[in-house]
């Protein structure tokens, strides 16, 4: 095992500095010369492009009020359009756009490498707009006002609201006033770099001068503040978020008084007219009730301030069915709930007799469905996606009571004919049933497979259409599988609370018992199997190299954490030590060290080909994750190959291009390495 106490590559840290770039720069060399530079790649790429650029894409949207917003890329306009439109133009089958910006032209207007990042509509006007700029794609951003009845920015000399690059959170209160966190100078940001203070700022104002409303802990992960502007229910309220799953949340009254919300820190709250929500992450015991992990809770909002514990129980979770989402329109709660990671919808809503439960009809049960948009303010309108691992999106809209109809379809990008969807379980080392999906054609013989995983934050991997791996993987003959494992969101909290700090090792062990029962089910073979994740799945792919390398042909590790020595101490990994541990904690830093990539290669160990890509310009996982272990396994000898996108933030890619680019490169390494 390396040591932890000298890194000889500790240089690579220093993002932008030009021996790190040089470094970056060889390496990607070598990697696109390998692997790009042919016929076979190009084909791939322009065919990739072409599904991310058509116009025969749902143009997805979001409600507010009358007009329907959306932002799109395509061959043309490769940065971007935010643009809206309204209801009656959006059924027809080429709308008519009504463009507020040009994220293209603005960009060489301001000679800045702009990314899209998201726009903040004041309601119910929609004269003004916070829109959110990137440079290059990063998580930090330059917020800058912008009049949508004139279709330009406000400048700050003519009193627009106007802030630097930073991990801004900013929200409307009304058109001359915000709520915003942002790096005000030392001391105003948390250790992970979000916002510490919450103020309220006046327009035509110095921000120095904002009243501030709320100051946490230097070892917070962030401070928020927002504005409910619900008719008859305006409210101001302030989260301070302690660490990545526990937050204190408080209503702010109008003589700047805060209000203690009294829910369990590791819950979920939400407060919608009188109506109070708490999802439960831990067990809860409250007015005589235990309420399991995974439970969703409904009260009079005022009542349970004033001390009141009357709770409805809207959702409890079973051994096999979890709550995966929960959205409010205006007088209905619609629940999007797994059962064994496959998706049903119900609608409650709450009357004079208590609450209703009835199942929102018109939604196939053979595909992932879930809540895209609704606007909770004016109506019971919503809309949902609908898609699987064969069947395209499929956007549908309605009104709670009324039939569902489908309003747009995504095309087929690959011949699915042929091709099949099952769902089995592995047995992880602990006994754990660990569910799988696999795609493949229906007489595939063991060929190349590539399985992908998370594993992380609570967040569910469920069934979805993409037309990239379709055209990359599944109709070249490859098999594509997609392991549940815990760490995740599938079987509700518990499933992912097992698998935290010292239970990490549970992540792990439930992806390898799925690729060991690819391979006893005969699907494939070590040799033809693959392996691929980012992010937090980018440290699973870290660890099934160092421990359990003789499973796979390959690896794709993307924008990962690796070095979980100095993980806290990178952009905003000190939010995540609630998800790992403290490495600066012995007995925390005890069971991380057993499994943390960086200090576990090994010079003498027979590792599978690994592709280690990242961005530059990621603000989230510091790249010097994959710099490092790249660096290291070239210098233990292993087959290593890198690319580093110089633009894209955490997503790896800033617009079609890159992204087309990096998936065609993802794919031509796993097919050359499985299918050589």
């Keep these: 095992m390396a040591s932890d106490l000298h890194d000889p590559y500790l240089w690579l840290e220093d993002v932008t500095a030009e021996p790190a770039l040089d470094w970056v720069r060889e390496r990607n060399g070598r990697t696109t010369g390998e692997f790009t530079e042919n016929a076979g790649f190009e084909d791939l790429q322009t065919r990739i492009r072409a599904v991310f650029d058509t116009d025969a894409r749902i143009p997805y949207v979001r409600l507010r009020g009358e007009y329907l917003y959306n932002f799109w890329r395509d061959s043309e306009h490769v940065r971007g359009l935010w643009r809206r439109t309204t209801m009656d133009e959006y059924r027809t089958e080429s709308p008519n756009w009504d463009v507020l910006v040009d994220v293209d032209e603005l960009a060489e207007r301001d000679g800045e ?18 829109v959110s700029l990137s440079r290059g794609g990063a998580d930090a951003t330059v917020t800058r006002e912008f009049d949508l009845e004139r279709r330009c920015f406000v400048e700050p000399s003519d009193g627009g609201f106007f802030l630097p690059e930073a991990k801004t959170d900013i929200g409307w209160i009304d058109v001359d006033t915000v709520y915003v966190g942002t790096d005000l100078g030392p001391g105003s940001l948390t250790d992970s770099g979000y916002p510490r203070i919450a103020k309220r700022w006046t327009r035509g104002t110095d921000i120095a001068e904002a009243v501030t409303v709320f100051e946490g802990e230097q070892t917070d992960v962030a401070v928020s503040a927002w504005y409910d ?21 408080f ?44 439970t969703l809770l409904a009260a009079r909002y005022e009542d349970y301030l004033a ?55 018109g939604v196939s049960e053979l595909t992932t469905t879930d809540v895209l948009d609704v606007d909770p303010v004016e109506g019971d309108e919503f809309f949902l996606n609908s898609s699987g691992y064969l069947t395209p999106a499929t956007l549908l ?57 998370y594993g992380g934050f609570e967040n569910s991997m469920t069934p979805t259409y993409s037309g990239a791996t379709g055209l990359a993987w599944l109709e070249r003959g490859g098999t594509y599988v997609v392991a549940n494992i815990r760490g995740g969101g599938e079987y509700g909290p518990e499933w992912h609370t097992q ?49 359990y390398p003789e499973l796979f042909g390959a690896i794709v590790c993307q924008v990962p954490l690796l ?26 830093w005890e069971y991380i060290s057993r499994y943390s990539p960086y200090q576990n290669t090994d010079a003498e160990a027979a590792y599978p080909p690994v592709l280690i890509a990242t961005s530059t310009r990621d603000d989230r996982v510091h790249p010097g994750h994959a710099r490092k272990m790249a660096a290291r396994l070239e210098e233990q000898g292993h087959r290593t190959w890198y690319y580093e996108n110089i633009e894209g933030g955490h997503g790896g890619a800033s617009d079609n291009a890159q992204l087309a680019f990096k998936t065609a490169l993802t794919f031509t390494f796993l097919w050359s390495q499985l299918a050589p």
Aim: hydrophobic share 40%; proline share 6%.
């Design 397 to 453: 809209h309605g009104t709670v009571g009324e039939q569902v109809e489908v309003l747009k379809q995504s095309p087929s990008f690959f011949d699915a004919d042929s091709l099949a969807v099952a769902q089995h379980f592995a047995v992880s080392e602990d006994g754990t049933r660990i569910p799988y999906f696999v795609v493949r054609g229906k007489d595939a013989e063991p060929g190349p497979t590539l399985l992908y995983g």
């Design 499 to 547: 698998a935290l700090k010292a239970g990490r090792h549970k992540v792990f062990e439930d992806f390898a018992a799925v690729a060991r029962d690819l391979v006893e089910r005969g699907i494939t073979t070590p040799a033809q199997l693959g392996a691929q994740g980012g992010s937090n799945g980018g440290l699973l792919m870290g660890v099934m190299l160092t421990r």
């Design 113 to 130: 490498n702009w990314v899209w990042s998201g726009a903040q509509v004041l309601r119910p006007g929609q004269e003004r707009a916070l």
């Design 563 to 588: 070095d979980m020595r100095r993980y806290h101490l990178l952009l905003a990994g000190a939010s995540w030590m609630a998800e790992y541990g403290d490495p600066d904690d012995p007995a925390e």
């Design 229 to 249: 502007r619900t008719p008859g229910f305006e409210r101001s309220f302030v989260e301070q978020s302690i660490d990545f799953y526990n937050s204190r949340r």
């Design 307 to 361: 001390g009141s514990r009357d709770l409805t129980v809207l959702f409890a979770p079973d051994a096999h069915t979890s709550l995966e989402q929960y959205v409010w329109t205006r007088n209905h709660l619609l629940l999007v709930t797994l059962s064994d990671v496959q998706t049903r919808l119900r609608v409650r809503t709450p009357g004079p007799g208590g609450w209703t439960d009835v199942p929102l009809e």
């Design 251 to 294: 209503q702010l009254r109008g003589d700047d008084s805060l209000v203690r919300i009294e829910t369990p820190e590791d819950a979920g709250l939400s407060v919608h007219r009188e109506w109070l929500l708490i999802r439960t992450r831990s067990a809860w015991s409250v007015a005589g009730h235990e309420h399991p992990a995974g």
